[in-house]
């Protein structure tokens, strides 16, 4: 009865169709997933940022701080313009296969109708019993009835199944002609946010310019400030290297007093003497405290990448290394760590489990926090205020004290890692966010 143009071949075809694109629908997905998460960050990041620029409204005089965040804000709003675009090229995709799948659909359904009705004209014609027995019983052998009477019955089922393919094929229709207005929304909701996004980059960029020219007419003053921040870290960074290399040569006298002290141990031939005793406890001890040192120096340098920001909110504006003046041309800037800014009151946090190894004042510094994790040390300048003391134990997250705010409305902290004497990029183990 059926040819290869018939409604079933159609079916079977478009549904092999679907089968062979699920795998492509599934990439889809999870692509569009993906391009929505870095969506949202973007836009926390960007939230953030005004945040702190806010901050520093009342305070009219512009200083790098506010130059530095608005360069993240346009590189963080370039960043989601493109995303939005990869988005909008997505759902583009998705559409036109949608709409195609529409089409095909459409043509199967119209196929199963003129087919049904072209078997309810036949299904007429026999519609009498005494036709059909006629039919039947005017077979030539017993085994040509019992053809005709197997005919009658599928073709029967066949009607029966006709029907239902038509109803679930018209089903999925439906669903098709809902997700394609679905995504048609989602598409023109992009598309509004691409504009309003496109208007704040242009803003950004107006503000950056303004700030730019203001700072640029200032050359004198941005010299005598890189000046003084210069002997700031200067004097930070020998602090910190004072302290890495005092607490070097008491590890060392530890290690030796610890060989020492079981060697003497091992001479005692009286081991149920009370100087036997106290030596072997000195030495396990020193042993202990040796160990502890270097399961937290391992400890801590299996979290690179992991550690959480110093504190909650804030923008990375000066990164560590050499980096170029943002204002005067061919001056270059040494930054032992990265300057995080935030918002006055912030509370700064310990990013790991340690030591308090000191808290001291440095000019243009404020107050220093710095803490011993084994062979690692982190470093937070800039504090208005602490809550902690020298050979404090502290954990991961606890609150070490505030930042300062400077009277530009600056807050901004100094974080550093070492690795005993060596400057490490704080930016390489702190997680992204």
Known sequence: MRNNSSPLYLLVFTFLVFSLGSEQAFSQTKNRKQLEERKGASLKKIEETNKILNQTREQKESNLTKLNLIKQKIKVQESLIQNINEEIELYDVEIKESENIIVAL?????????????????????????????????????RQMMQRYQYFKQYSAIRTNELAQIEAVTKTLERQRTSLLRKRNEKAKLAGLK????????????????????????????????EESKQSLLKLEKLIVDLIEEERKKAIAAEKKAA???????????????????????????????????????????NQGKLPWPVNKGRITQHFGKQAH?????????????????????????????????????????YVVMIQHGEFFTVYAKLKSVTVTTGQQVQR????????????????????????????????WLFDK
């Open 106 to 142: 459409d043509q199967d359904i119209q196929e199963m109708k003129n087919e049904y009705a072209r078997m309810v004209v036949v299904a007429y014609k026999y519609s009498g019993t005494f036709d059909k027995l006629a039919y039947v019983f005017g077979a030539d052998n017993f």
């Open 397 to 428: 997250n606890q609150i070490l004290g505030e930042v300062y705010t400077d009277k530009s409305n600056t807050s901004e902290v100094q974080f550093q890692i070492w690795r005993n004497e060596q400057k490490l990029d704080p930016e390489s």
């Open 326 to 366: 943002p204002v005067l041309k061919g001056v270059y800037v040494e930054n032992l760590g990265v300057d995080i800014v935030t918002v006055a009151g912030e509370q700064v946090k310990a990013v790991f489990a340690g030591k308090i190894m000191t808290v001291a004042q440095v000019p243009g510094m404020n």
């Open 260 to 302: 020492a002290l079981a060697a003497a141990a091992a001479k005692k031939t009286t081991k149920n003497s009370a100087s036997s005793k106290k030596a072997i406890a000195a030495s396990n001890n020193a042993m202990k405290t040796l160990n502890s040192n270097v399961a937290l120096s391992s400890n801590f340098a299996n």
């Open 195 to 226: 504009i309003r996004e496109a208007n704040n980059l242009n803003q950004a960029k107006t503000q950056h310019d303004e700030v730019l020219k203001e700072l640029s007419a200032k050359e004198i003053q941005l010299r005598e400030e890189l």
